[in-house]
């Protein structure tokens, strides 16, 4: 840590913040002054009924919001906020009219095209009218395999628009990932592209499609055209037709909306489920609007016109949260394929041609761009951007450090964590705060989120448990096929009684932000004391010579030893001079117990489709126990190198 800021927002940028525009707003109604963060934050958890209905107010959300804002407001889970209200999803997304962009899209294949507001409603129309004469309506699902581009979006919005609900996949996966996933809700309707580019390669998916339609057992499915050839697919598909040919009849009129209880099922979002089959997590429509406007509006300062890029998948719950963005007239910048192709500038050439406001990826991203050696702070025109934020695994230091030096000074740079079991975030970016080296800045607002030790004390200065004391309207509507809750609840309330217990190893700073030292279940025990992997992450990844790390407990001796694998820059050798030098920057940068009993160079490191590294699947290997779903991960095959290595067997 620093004894200064990496970045403090100017006066006249707080000044004018919607963060303090709603501080006003809300204060009005609450009779007090809430200018102050903190203070506005604690009356959040504090009034959550007040605080909710303000939110519902100030971001003008389209509904009836009725008269009661909570009941039974203090059970985890149990709790009901808006229980007389009805609205629908896809109303409050499509808002917005005119020739202006509601989104860009460009594909790796050098495809770049745009829609308009009204010809984005006029395809949400014709969708809508066709889902409807189809037979799809509440509380149907409807599954899609698609890339992240416009057409996804159209038909997740004229799903949501009947009351069915929402579930989708990157087209990457397997036919077993995708059966274990979507096989699960029973689908009326499964949506697929017809292929897709990555890495600089054509990606076929028609051979897989009937196998999985097979399994799944849609009443249809539909193939929407990226490539070209979604004719050719759908042909060789039982009961397949194109988009073309489903919207055919169909031509666009006034879009009509099921206005539907806030806590009626929107999405369903699945674990990585590299323990197992995944879990099925049902998120609600009232919930989801209700915490992405307050993300959106409040602590990203988005608004009408703004353009919002994530770098995402439709397999990972920054979709859904990228896909909100429509709620408050922002203009969606989607990207489909690798991010280093043809090099690691593109996305930053789509920043500066684009003219994005909020540049939304993951921390190994950035990570990957400072080992690579890139400065588009030099390279690019980057005047458009405000923020930028990093989520998927904790934020190193050095990342830190370098989107300030290497990307753009005056920026936030929000590090955030949450995840798919909420759709959203527990901790993120305060825009009227400073930024400090490697801390997430606080808090949402309405969540009450603490560090908790074994025995369900709060603690300051040591690492502990994440949790949530409170409840919030994002908290899951529940699990699929768990008719009596008792895997959703295992799942958050089994640790402490009505608290949700996150997962996360985390710690409080001096300055009230929070850093996250990785996931709880896989931190590390040597000797009895627990040790966070994302400690030796940052520790070790400082080093030029190591591209990245995953690291994990190893049985040994009736106790666990530190194990650390590393991925080597290009013609880097790991000769004892460079694991002497990796066992010191650990040492000094962490503590002597953080130290690896053993350094073990690897090809590769397993992780998800949407990137984060699988420590518990590498650990299983090492112990000679089967990975359960392989079909989860990006690169199954990586696994193998950590088999039977010989310098874990003695």
């Known amino acids: 840590m620093t004894d200064a800021p990496l970045w403090t927002p100017s006066a006249k940028r707080i000044a004018s913040s919607e963060w303090m525009k709603f501080a006003a707003f809300a204060g009005e109604r609450a009779g007090r002054d809430l200018s102050e963060p903190d203070d506005l934050h604690l009356w959040s958890i504090e009034e959550r009924g007040d605080f909710w209905s303000a939110v519902w107010d100030y971001c003008g959300v389209v509904g009836e919001k009725g008269g009661r804002l909570v009941e039974n407001g203090d059970a985890m889970p149990g709790a009901a906020f808006f229980p007389d209200a009805s609205l629908n999803f896809a109303e409050n997304l499509l808002g917005t009219e005119g020739d202006g962009p509601a989104m860009l899209f460009r594909a790796e294949n050098a495809h770049a095209s745009q829609i308009s507001w009204n010809e984005l409603r006029a395809l949400v129309s014709r969708l809508q009218q066709a889902y409807k004469a189809h037979g799809v309506g509440k509380g149907d699902r409807v599954a899609a395999m698609m890339p992240n581009m416009p057409e996804t979006i159209a038909h997740m919005l004229a799903v949501a628009s009947l009351g069915a609900i929402w579930s989708s996949c990157s087209p990457d996966f397997g036919i077993q990932g995708v059966v274990d996933r979507f096989g699960q809700i029973e689908p009326k309707v499964f949506i697929a592209c017809d292929g897709y580019w990555y890495n600089g390669k054509r990606q076929d998916v028609a051979d897989k499609l009937g196998p999985i339609a097979d399994q799944i057992g849609p009443e249809a499915v539909i193939i929407v055209p990226l490539l070209g050839q979604a004719d050719d697919v759908a042909g060789r598909i039982d009961k397949a037709v194109t988009q073309d040919r489903f919207i055919s009849d169909h031509e666009p009129r006034e879009l009509t909306f099921e206005r539907l209880p806030f806590s009626h099922p929107l999405y369903i979002l699945f674990s990585s489920g590299t323990t197992g089959i995944p879990k099925c997590i049902v ?52 990207y489909d394929g690798s991010p280093f192709y043809p090099d690691g500038n593109v996305l930053f050439d789509y920043a500066a041609e684009a003219g994005f406001h909020v540049f939304g990826t993951s921390a190994k991203y950035i990570d990957a761009v400072r080992k690579a050696g890139l400065t588009p702070a030099q390279s690019h025109d980057l005047s458009s951007l405000r923020m930028m934020t990093s989520t998927g695994s904790p934020l190193s230091p050095e990342g830190f450090t370098f989107v300030y030096e290497g990307i753009k000074p005056d920026i936030h740079l929000a590090s955030i964590s949450g995840g798919t079991d909420i759709v959203s975030c527990f901790v993120l970016g305060i825009p009227v705060k400073p930024v400090w080296r490697g801390e997430i800045q606080g808090p949402g607002l309405g969540m009450a989120v603490d560090v908790w030790d074994d025995d369900g004390q709060p603690i300051r200065g040591a690492k502990g448990e994440l949790v949530c004391t409170k409840p919030f309207p994002a908290m899951p509507v529940g699990f699929w096929n768990d008719p009596d809750g008792a895997r959703y609840h295992g799942a958050y309330f089994d640790r402490f009684d009505n608290v949700w217990c996150h997962g996360d190893f985390a710690e409080w700073t001096e300055h009230g932000g929070l850093v996250i030292h990785g996931r709880s279940d896989a931190t590390l025990n040597p000797g009895g004391v627990r040790i966070g992997t994302a400690e030796i992450y940052n520790q070790v990844e400082k080093l030029d010579e190591v591209l990245e790390a995953i690291c994990i407990g190893q049985e040994w001796d009736d106790d666990v030893r530190v194990v650390l694998f590393v991925r080597l820059a290009e013609g880097v050798t790991l000769d004892e001079e460079l694991k002497a030098r990796i066992k010191t920057v650990i040492r000094k940068g962490a503590s002597p117990r953080h130290v690896p009993a053993r350094i073990i160079a690897v090809a590769d490191i397993p992780r998800t489709k949407s990137g984060k590294i699988v420590e518990l699947a590498v650990r299983d290997v090492v112990h000679g126990r089967p990975v359960k779903n392989q079909e989860a991960l990006a690169n199954p095959e990586a696994l193998a190198l950590y088999e039977h290595v010989e310098e874990l067997a003695r």
């Open 283 to 334: 998120h609600s429509a009232g919930g989801t609007l209700l915490q992405h406007l307050k993300e959106h509006r409040i602590h990203c300062g988005l608004t009408e016109g703004d353009r919002l890029f994530y770098f995402t998948t439709c397999g990972w719950m920054m979709w859904n949260w990228l896909t909100s963005g429509l709620a408050v007239g922002a203009t969606l910048c989607l």
